[in-house]
């Protein structure tokens, strides 16, 4: 219930900070659209194979054009090496813009740039030291099982066993991952408090933070399972869309879009009251 | 005087071991061969061996009586037999030595009981008490380290169309596997080529008779002649055996029993001993079927019935009959995979895991490679050393056949959320993917090949043969294949028997428009390195009063060339179907008429499988944008989908 009601708050009162990060998102998204578009053109040039593409998958148009036209994907995977990381930064100066409008109870364009002039650069940090520490975490976990894979190959009796170690670690991966983002997020809330040293912030309160996380848990968790529940949707069908039919779910997705940040700022709410209130 | 009596006695003992051998039918054999049934082929090498096996030590005592037929015009008076398991014995033989062959980069630190050998300790000629002189020789790379051929020098020649028996008794110690053959964990043992067994007696292509006798050499695997083969092994009661032939158990004691196999007409004999495989077993018309498996695997053992029971319907109706009773098929544990993907006679191996999803069907397209090895290898006993296209490609051109009347022809390889891969399109690729200047002739001895092994002798193949069967019809083609098979079966045929009988098949097809260019074909693309891709350079439409001036220009890059049809599309909605012979590098078309042109495209059947690039075969002039707003949008939805869900974590 108290996500219903923070959702209902959300969406009426912090709407424009909805809108805000949503073109966020798509000022990312959209660009790289149009530039495929164009890739495929030069991929494919005045052939029937772009007439083809319109119908089901075709394993052959495809492999020959990434057999015989690799120079042309260089550039695409160029493309992507900038687009992600900007897209990531800006994801995350984001998340600065709306926690200041949340503890400033603002809803300005204004309060949301200057959250992310005052915090913007904090907030990266604090992104780069999780994902430098999501990075290693993953190292330690499965450097493990892919290191000793073709040992348990070999000296273990019974594949299943196989199987399910590397779906244990997975789940072991995954509490970790959460763990580690939600302490990202609740450290990022005590910036709006205590403006000085980054680090030092993040290593008090663990009481708090811990709190947090599981506080956190059933919201980040909704989310994640709206992007599953979408992707899974998305594959099962997409393979034999018509273009229009593309563009509808597109459009759909969307919508989903903008009901994921809108989920997304509630969490934060949620997690800064917790944080601020108690602390 | 006692002296000699006493030799003479130890004689007599000696080869009435050997006599004990012969067939007894006295046991729970459930072999329906019978051991005097109809010949099928001229059985020239036969072979009755008694093992016992000493599972501790992965190795095998054995006596083998072999009997070999001289069918050539010579007296004979040395043998040469393949003592493949001594080149897994150290790090000098030919195949570990340039670090090519497989399991190479596994000789580092192997303790001493991980290695291999074969040893034949006496060589008896029937009557002759003295044994036999032997020596290790090095026909193919002349390495004096290599003791792979083992070469013995008989007492008697044996002279034309004479019998030669001759009586050995031999150790076999399995290495850890390399390759398919060796021991893994938990008393797995796969015995392939483990046994002392004789080459061919052949003329060459200068008419000179002689062995043919290839040292063990990475990426080789058999040569033989057809015969019979009599397999009595003693083994733990408890263990699952499975092998060429058909099976019959005998209790011994308490613990040990005799496993006697019997196989008939077949090149060769390779078994599979283990604690821990279970058997299903079935029949197919007069086929009976065992399929051996790991318990964790029972999940999909269905997958290899369905393959290997589809394979024998599919191969009897379009190549020729199954002639053998028997066929097991092994999906082996995953600490025993390096045994695995191998095909011998009326044996197959194939490979998997737990939880394989069922959408991913390279269990079954295994099964089909290996089983359609049974014609091209086993039936057909082509020279794999030297011609392996001869097997290996002529089983995935059929592999990717079964695959597709099985499964389906858009997704038999692979089909996940309705993104669909064929196993002919997953072929061609392979073959299209080599990289420029990294190939060799498909024609070339195995050894021989440096560039991409399977790409070019498996996928290259297949896609010439696909071709071919577009350019020819199916029907004609499966005509010519059963000539083929009818001509050869249970023999050795060389390439030129297959590419002469192609070479008159198409000469006899008037309206093939290949047939003109045939032979310059075939000679480039079975030996010579060249590629080809057709294209569309441009297509210009001058109009004046009412009248379009059409002007085609095709091209070829590579010097495989082939003739190919032009489809001509007019904005009347009438087509044109023309034919370029492909023989120049560049080429242009004039047409006139009174409508534009919609669009052009080579070969718009995809009959030309040789092609790499399909994608430039066709214009279009007025090219949609549909299908690119289409996969842009789908990319866009990814990227967008991937960061807002990132969002939510920075
Ligand atoms: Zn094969």
Redesign the interface.
Known sequence: MRYVQSMKKVFGVHRKVVWI?YVV??I???P???L??DL??K????????????G??D???W???L??EQETWKSLWKMLAV??PI??ML??L??AGVYYCLDKKSVRVGDFLKGIRTLGWRYLAI?LV?ICLLALWSLAIWTYYLSHLFEF????????Y??WLGAGLLAIWGVGAYVL?MI?NVAKVEQLQCRGNVLRSFFTGWRNKWNACIRLAPS?LL??SI?IA??VL???L??????SA??V??LF?QLV?WG??GL?IS?YETVRSFVVGTS | MVLLILRAMRLIIFFMSFFSLLPSFADTSTCREKSDAHALSLRTTNYVMELDLDESKHQVQGKSTITWVNRSPDAVSTLRLYMYLNAFSNRKSSYLRNGRGIGSDQVDDRPAEDWGWVKVSQAHQEKVEEPLKQSYVSPTDGNPEDQTVLEIALWEPVDAGDTLRLELEFESKLPRIFGRSGF???SFMHWVHWYPKLGVYEEDLDGTWGWNCHQFLPQMEFYGNHGNYEVLINAPSHWTLGGSGCMGVSVLDDSRSRFHFVAHDVIDFAWVASP?LQVIEEQWNDVHLRYLY????AGHADRLVQAATFGLEYMTQYVGDYPYTTLTVLDP???G?RSGFMEYPTYITGGS???WPRQIRTIESLVLHEFAHQYFMQLLANNEKEEAWLDEGFATYYEDRIMEAMLGE?SSLFDV??????NS??T??EY??IAEGKTDPIGTKSWEIEGPYKAIIYSKTATFLKTLECYMGRQDFDAMMRRYFEAHKFTNPRGEDFLNLLRATLKTQDDNILSPHADAFIDEAIFGTSTCDYLIKDVKQDGQGGIFDHTIRLERRGDLSIPVEVAVKFEDGVDQLLVWDGQEQAHEMHLSGPHRIL?V?IDPH?KNQMD??????????R???????????????W???I????????
């Open positions: 990060c998102l798509l990312v998204s959209i790289l659209a149009f495929l578009y495929f053109a991929v494919w040039e005045d052939s029937l194979s772009v007439e083809r593409l319109i089901e998958f394993y052959t148009i492999r020959d054009a057999n015989q687009l992600f897209g990531l994801m995350s984001s998340s992104a999780m190959l070999e000296f273990w009796k019974d594949d299943r196989i199987v983002f990202g980040i989310i994640i992007g979408i992707t998305y594959l099962g997409s393979s034999t869309f018509k273009p593309v563009l779910l597109l997705q879009t994921k940040v997304r969490a | 893994a964990e938990f821990h790991p318990s964790s695997h544990p995953v600490y995979l895991f737990y939880a858009r959320f309705g993104y669909h891969v064929s399109a997953f061609r690729n299209v993917s669009s495209e995809r790499i690039n399909f994608n430039n075969n066709s214009f279009a002039a090219p949609g944008k549909l299908g690119r707003a289409k996969y842009a949008g789908k990319l866009a939805f990227f967008q989908q960061t807002n869900t990132l969002a939510v974590l920075l």
